[in-house]
């Protein structure tokens, strides 16, 4: 329990959705991406104030297995950093269109040449819960994305709505590809002064 929460009554204290999820500590612009995914270690971990505060973030995703997700935090909001299988990729890409509440390509929800990596943000379009599907225990409902635990949204592998109530798509953050290896979230472009 942080100290913020010690200071809480407990009518105030945080909700379990929205500490049951990976938190990963990313780094700051100018220093090295995290490299750490030791599951144990990582869901002992809480944000700092510091890092919450940070307007862009750079992520590591070197270490993040196929088929696996991490959870970072963004300006105070959690992201999903998602490695997708073939298998995740091809399912996302051959739905047709009329099938979906939100109609989007999976091809406009990822960077052109990187379809591996899914970037969402981790809010339920609905109420604002978090959905499960990053850990590798957790319900990832029948679309393989991600399922929201408060009224039963469900996401499929490219982050988007397939069953309500949610009435939108997963955001998509700003983050460009710094390398093959690392994003930065907050960014549209890279600055080069
Ligand atoms: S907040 Fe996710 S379904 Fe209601």
């Not at 500590?25 to 919450?52: K, R």
């Not at 996302?92 to 509440?101: C, G, R, T």
């Not at 955001?171 to 907050?186: Q, W």
Request: glycine share 10%.
């Amino acid at each position: 329990m942080t100290k913020t929460e010690l200071n809480q009554p407990s009518s105030k204290k945080r909700q379990p959705t929205r500490r049951d999820f990976l938190l990963l500590t990313a780094s700051a612009v100018g220093t090295l991406g995290v490299g750490y995914f030791a599951w144990p270690f990582i869901d002992s971990m809480n944000p700092a104030a510091d890092i919450l505060a940070q307007s862009t973030v750079d992520v590591d995703l070197s270490l993040i297995p196929a088929g696996q997700a991490i959870t970072v935090i963004w300006r105070g909001k959690p992201i999903f950093v998602r490695h997708r299988t073939p298998k995740e990729i091809k399912a996302a890409e051959q739905v047709p269109l009329s099938e979906l509440i939100d109609p989007e390509t999976d091809q406009e929800r990822v960077k052109k040449g990187h379809d591996e990596w899914l970037i969402v943000i981790g809010i339920c379009t609905h109420l604002g819960c978090i959905p499960t599907g990053n850990k590798p225990t957790q319900d990832r409902g029948k679309y393989g994305g991600w399922a929201c635990p408060c009224h039963g949204s469900l996401y499929d592998t490219s982050g988007r709505v397939r069953r309500g109530p949610a009435p939108a798509n997963l955001g998509i953050p700003p983050y460009v590809f710094l390398n093959p290896t690392h994003i930065r979230l907050g960014v549209n472009e890279v600055s080069h002064g």
